[in-house]
């Protein structure tokens, strides 16, 4: 199902510019209902294309339902089916009188299904799987039909547990073959042993599974999925935020959180810390560690602690998170088994991986720079302080006292973020002029423009992206490309998210709103387009050097989503091309040259060939004999791959000074965290090339140039 390659915030594209709605009452009593009335209204009315609520899109809304709560097709039955099928044609109309008799039919009985499912899962796990017999299963789910019967499911179970027991059986035998090469005198546990052992650890994996997932959904969690399959049906990117994923959604977009730094997750009824953030409260307090358990939790002003032990994870976040300079009390299993309490203040905690780094690179001797931005990230509600340009900008003045001769800004894999944002990120390296044009419907296109003449990188540039790099990043590279103000180097397109998504309080539409928090809706209300008039929209940003990479071959853009707007173009803007090089077309040519002639990039190409392949392969074998001998020739096979791993450039990367003069005072393992980055950087092709294309572009660059000037 395309849908499964959706990443939500990878994708998302935010514009600060508010959609006005027609003034009307909602009053509906039943939150549920009164969600449905609220969000059909926000669709309708601000929707950049809203679709009719008709027969054709009940029929797809039910389809699509159905596939995302039970994708496996391991819950329904056939005769549920047959019993929803009665609303196929309906649901537009239950939609429009708020009525979701669909959605609680098909939730009960799901509910039903898995209860049922725990008893089938459990007593085919009871009994020993044959590897000796001859038999497959095929993963191709989509394709599968419902099961007519109890005696047909449970078949249905036992071939996917016995899938996934087969690879535990594999370990645990290739473990007991190892101890026995390693100690002759060792008693190997017999094949009876190491199968109950396998289905026992599978069955470990399953309720836990059920235990911190399945059973931890309440009705208003699967109510939000049902409401997100609604809004996904007008396009891939409009999509509903349930109030804790709001929460979530703006924490990732600012790169900060206020609490103790800590990365948590259920395991049965517990919530184990599994990642202590460098730098946060937590980490700080040199007191808990990874694995430490949290059994209580109490607040500074209160007498008592909280026991969070069963408690949903969601909610047990609730009492441990709280505001900066808070003080918290929790109560710790070791893993030892002692238990402790720990006192943490609670502080601002930035997520280091959403921000700009840089690395100064040399090559013989050039010195150039290079930028990572993971995304165009934001605080909402402290803009002038807190965004990717401010940070970006920032990293070229570093890099430029340490007097880089070329730039590169590496967007591989950034999925976009903030509209505001790339556009002032723009205008770092351009005098002025427009960047992007956006468009309503029925309204006339905008042009955002930068209008500060001021440039903080005048000198040679390449842009890196991939298939990953989404809308946001597309603007920008589409912006360099159309400017020529530098060599756009990746796959051969890049994402393709040509639309412009508003988040908007769904509160916000209620004059007194007493049912409580309604969320928010991300919702496409605008198409973006490049400044030479056309759209990225499915066909992506063209690079100007094609080259192969792991996304080469799988379905992953935008043109491979469910339900995505058409491509389009409009009149371009007026713009002048940067004029500072004069061999932009000669470097491109030489790069493909390159490119072409170089071998370890077509070992890349045919190893994003080879994986395609085993993605599409559906039929697996679970006769032990015949797995085991595909897995040793898939091995064999990945062997000439090997020389991926092993390729190594003749490039040096350090930090800035700037980012130097930190190391001593660091607290974060910063020293350690560019350690590791410029080891992976040392072995990157893609950013080897970038450097020979900013030594062609600088070798014959104009002795003449606009002088690098700071913006203000």
């Not at 029929?59 to 819950?75: G, M, T």
């Not at 969601?314 to 299993?333: E, Q, R, S």
């Not at 238990?339 to 997520?351: A, F, H, K, S």
């Not at 004029?579 to 040519?589: G, L, P, Q, S, V």
């Amino acid at each position: 199902m395309k849908r499964n390659y959706k990443v939500l915030l990878l994708s998302l594209l935010l514009a600060f510019a508010s959609c006005s709605f027609t003034t009307k009452k909602f009053s509906n009593p039943d939150k549920d209902k009164l969600l449905i009335q609220v969000i059909t209204f926000v669709l309708e009315q601000g929707h950049f294309d809203p679709i009719v609520l008709d027969d054709t899109f009940s029929a797809e809304l039910f389809k699509d339902y159905l596939e995302i709560i039970d994708p496996v097709k391991r819950y329904f039955y056939e005769s549920d089916y047959k019993d929803f099928e009665k609303y196929k044609l309906t649901i537009d109309d239950q939609l429009k009188a708020t009525d979701i008799t669909f959605f609680n039919v098909v939730h009960e009985r799901m509910l039903k299904r898995i209860e049922e499912a725990k008893e089938i899962y459990k007593e085919v796990l009871s009994e020993p799987f044959d590897y000796s017999t001859d038999e497959t299963f095929n993963t191709d789910y989509e394709n599968s039909g419902f099961v007519k019967n109890r005696k047909e499911l449970k078949e249905r179970w036992r071939l996917q547990l016995k899938f996934s027991t087969l690879s535990n059986y594999d370990d645990l035998l290739a473990q007991e073959e190892l101890a026995k090469k390693n100690d002759p005198s060792y008693v190997m546990k017999t094949d009876k042993e190491i199968e109950k052992e396998a289905r026992e650890s599978t069955l470990k994996s399953i309720n836990v599974y059920f235990n911190d997932n399945i059973d931890d959904l309440e009705r208003e969690d699967w109510f939000a999925i049902y409401v997100n399959t609604i809004v996904e049906e007008f396009d891939p990117h409009t999509y509903y935020l349930a109030p804790r994923n709001k929460e979530d959604f703006d924490q990732r977009m600012s790169g900060k959180l206020e609490g103790i730094g800590a990365r948590l997750q259920k395991r049965m009824d517990y919530i184990k810390i599994v990642e202590l953030i460098s730098g946060g409260p937590a980490w700080r307090s040199k007191e808990l560690e990874v694995e430490d358990v949290i059994l209580k939790v109490k607040q500074e002003d209160e007498a008592f602690p909280v026991n969070i032990v069963g408690m949903r994870i969601n909610d047990a976040i609730k009492y441990i998170k709280g505001p900066k300079g808070t003080k918290v009390t929790l109560t710790i299993k070791k893993v030892d088994g002692t238990i402790r309490d720990v006192v943490i203040t609670r502080d601002v905690v930035e997520l280091e991986e959403t921000y700009a780094k840089s690395s100064v690179v040399k090559k013989d001797n050039m010195t150039f720079g290079i930028i990572d931005l993971p995304s165009f990230y934001v605080d909402f509600q402290d803009y002038k302080n807190i965004n990717a340009a401010k940070d970006v900008k920032a990293e070229i003045e570093r890099l430029k006292a340490d007097g880089i001769q070329g730039l590169i800004l590496d967007l591989r894999n950034n999925g976009g973020g903030s509209l505001p944002t790339v556009v002032d990120m723009a205008g770092l390296f351009i005098k002025e002029g427009p960047i992007v044009q956006v468009r309503s419907t029925g309204e006339a296109k905008e042009v955002l423009r930068d209008k500060d003449k001021s440039i903080s990188w005048d000198g040679p540039l390449v842009v890196l992206v991939n298939e990953i790099s989404a809308s946001a990043s597309e603007i920008m590279a589409a912006a360099m490309q159309d400017y020529k103000r530098a060599i756009i180097i990746g796959g051969k397109q890049t994402y393709g998210k040509g639309t412009v998504q508003n988040v908007i309080n769904l509160n916000n539409m209620l004059r007194n709103n007493t049912s409580g928090d309604l969320g928010a809706l991300a919702l496409t209300t605008q198409k973006y387009y490049r400044i030479n008039g056309g759209s990225v929209q499915l066909e992506g940003v063209k690079s100007d050097v094609n080259v192969p990479g792991r996304f080469s071959f799988i379905e992953v853009g935008e043109k491979d989503k469910e339900n995505p707007l058409p491509w389009d173009e409009i009149d371009a803007a007026d713009y002048t091309p940067w004029e500072n090089y004069f061999d932009y077309d000669a470097t491109i040519k030489k790069s493909k040259v390159r490119m072409n002639q170089n071998q370890q990039l077509k070992l890349i190409e045919d190893n994003a060939k080879w994986v395609k392949s085993k993605i599409d392969e559906t039929i697996v074998s679970l006769n032990y004999k015949k797995y085991k001998a595909g897995l040793e020739l898939n091995e064999e096979e990945a062997k000439r791959f090997d020389a991926l791993t092993n390729y190594k450039t003749n490039l040096t990367f350090d930090s800035t000074k700037y980012e130097k003069s930190l190391f001593n005072n660091d607290t974060t393992d910063l020293k350690e965290k560019r350690t590791r980055w410029h080891e992976s950087l040392s072995h990157d092709i893609y950013i080897e090339e970038a450097i020979n294309v900013l030594e062609d572009l600088k070798t014959a660059y104009p002795i003449k140039k606009v002088a690098s000037t700071t913006k203000s």
